[in-house]
């Protein structure tokens, strides 16, 4: 599928986004694309479940601007323990001008990160690279549909495509059980998305779902748990 480029926008928080002008969809919320990916992939995510075990492994739906994965990274090399192993996912990856021009770096305000957002972009996809000693970021230029997932893989999976009104066929039950199968008893995944029908496909794919406050200007987000022990009924 061919896809128009991206515009640069800025959100409420001063950071910037991607944006696709004919879709009218953002790639991160409007009210501010760095305290968004924070809130809902940092602290309802990573940070849950970091404390738990001394590796991690986490798959994202979507790449794009690279931001999720690049807090990640700081993030982790701030708790100084345990290693990541960051499996992403993506159809359309951006260009040079684009993620140069998102300024994340400076955003961040962090020692060397602009060499590892840089590092993030230009890595080889569709093998596992060291961006450092502690974080290995497998990139995967791929559909999502046509990807197949390992069972009992990942610790935590970052669900960020579009959204379902613009990409229904990507928060289906059927896309939710292969993530389910995919991940590890104990496994978390997160969203934005907290709209009902969202919600009932998680649960129809094995989840238990919790809403959890959103960040600015949004209610509520979502995070599904894949229980560690299966309960049969009788
Ligand atoms: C909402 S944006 C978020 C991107 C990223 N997480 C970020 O922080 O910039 C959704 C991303 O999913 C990608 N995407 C959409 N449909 C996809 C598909 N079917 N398979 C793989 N990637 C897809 C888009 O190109 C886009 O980069």
Redesign the pocket.
């Known amino acids: 599928m061919k896809r128009e480029q991206p515009v640069i926008r800025t959100t409420d928080d001063g950071s910037k986004t991607?944006y696709l002008n004919n879709l009218n969809e953002p790639?991160?919320s409007l009210y501010g694309a760095v305290s968004e990916?924070r809130h809902i992939f940092l602290e309802a995510g990573f940070s849950t479940m970091v404390d738990k075990a001394c590796s991690i492994t986490i798959f994202?739906?979507?790449?794009?601007?690279?931001?999720?994965a690049f807090l990640t990274f700081l993030e982790a090399r701030k708790r100084k323990k345990g290693k990541v192993h960051y499996v992403a996912?993506?159809?359309?990856p951006i260009e040079e001008d684009l993620f140069t021009r998102l300024d994340y770096p400076a955003f961040v305000n962090d020692q060397d990160a602009a060499d590892i957002f840089l590092k993030m972009h230009t890595c080889p996809w569709d093998i596992p690279y060291f961006i450092s000693d502690q974080f290995v970021l497998n990139k995967i230029h791929?559909?999502?549909?046509e990807l197949t997932l390992k069972e009992l893989s990942f610790d935590l999976v970052?669900y960020?495509?579009?959204a379902p009104d613009l990409?229904p066929e990507?928060w289906s039950e059927a896309v939710f059980e292969k993530l389910f199968r995919a991940m590890r008893p104990g496994g978390i995944l997160v969203t934005y998305s907290a709209r009902g029908a969202v919600k009932r496909a998680m649960q129809m794919a094995g989840f238990v779902v919790e809403a959890l406050p959103g960040p600015a200007g949004k209610r509520e987000i979502s995070r599904a748990l894949r229980p560690a022990v299966h309960h049969h009924s009788h």
Not at 60 to 68: A, K, R, V, W
Not at 142 to 145: K, Y
């Open positions: 991607l790639y991160h990916s994202e739906m979507g790449f794009g601007t690279g931001l999720n996912v993506e159809a359309w791929s559909p999502f549909e970052y960020d495509a579009f990409q990507l």
